[in-house]
Each structure stands twice: as structure tokens, then as C-alpha cells.
């Protein structure tokens, strides 16, 4: 199947958030964040921790777990997705997405499926879930990054 050149795709713009935008993220981690290691946007937070190495030394610098500094940084990853950012980080973390890659590999209606899933198990709303068209931007998105 051939692609028509006629279409040029179009070129999507990281974003980039204050850390405060992050869910889950406590004021006082922020505070330490912004005081201990000068990170205050989530492109700070993902040049700081991008290897193991580096999360490690941060979780360490702020008296947390690598784990919690991990989630920290695959949702500032996942921000940077415009139809993303911060408002769907979280919900896509908890639906097992953890990587921009890992999204643009992701089939559409599988996602969707995971999502919904998670909607009616924690909120028990159906009508809560994001629409596959959503769903399908992020994807959209997370291919052309």
C-alpha cells in the first residue's frame, strides 16, 4: 500500500509542563525537587532522570524510592504529548503505558480497551473515558515524536 506524498505530515511540538502539573506529585516533592536538584518543568525533570543511574541518584538526593522517581519521570515523558500532557499522564501510567515509544507502538482500540477498563474498575464511569478519536490522537501523536 502506497503512502500519497500529497499529505506532509505534520511536525508536533513537545510541551513542556511545571512539575506542579504532574498528578500525584506532593508540594513538598516539588519543593525538594526545585530546591535540591533545580529541576521545576517536566523537560528539566526528564534530562535529570533519564538513565537509572540518574533516577537513582535523585530518589536518593530526595529520600524517596526509585519507583516513585520512575513514575515521576514516564509521566513527564508522557506530557510531552500535547492531546496528552498532564491531564492523561496519570490515567495512561495506571492503563500500563509508560514510555512515548511504548504509546506510538500501542494499537488504538487496545488502549481504549485498557483505559475504559480502568475507568469503570476505579471510577465505575463509563462515560468518563476518553473517546477512541482521543485515543487515537495520542497514539497519532506519540508516532510522529
Known amino acids: 500500500m502506497a503512502v500519497s506524498p500529497s499529505k506532509p505530515q505534520r511536525s508536533i511540538q513537545a510541551c513542556d509542563w511545571p512539575i506542579a502539573e504532574l498528578p500525584g506529585l506532593t508540594s513538598n516533592n516539588q519543593k525538594l525537587l526545585s530546591q535540591k536538584c533545580e529541576i521545576t ?82 471510577l465505575q464511569r463509563r462515560d468518563l473515558c476518553p473517546s477512541v478519536a482521543v485515543v487515537q490522537r495520542w497514539v497519532q501523536e506519540a508516532q510522529s515524536f
Open 41 to 122: 518543568t517536566t523537560t528539566e525533570l526528564l534530562q535529570k532522570g533519564r538513565t537509572q543511574a540518574q533516577k537513582m541518584m535523585l530518589a536518593n538526593v530526595l529520600q524517596t524510592t526509585l519507583r516513585e522517581v520512575s513514575k515521576w519521570v514516564a509521566m513527564a515523558d508522557l506530557s510531552r504529548i500535547p492531546s496528552v500532557g498532564c491531564k492523561y499522564c496519570g490515567l495512561l501510567l495506571h492503563a500500563g503505558i509508560g514510555s512515548v515509544t511504548q504509546l506510538a507502538q500501542m494499537p488504538v482500540h487496545r488502549l481504549h480497551q485498557q483505559v475504559l477498563r480502568l475507568h469503570v474498575i476505579t
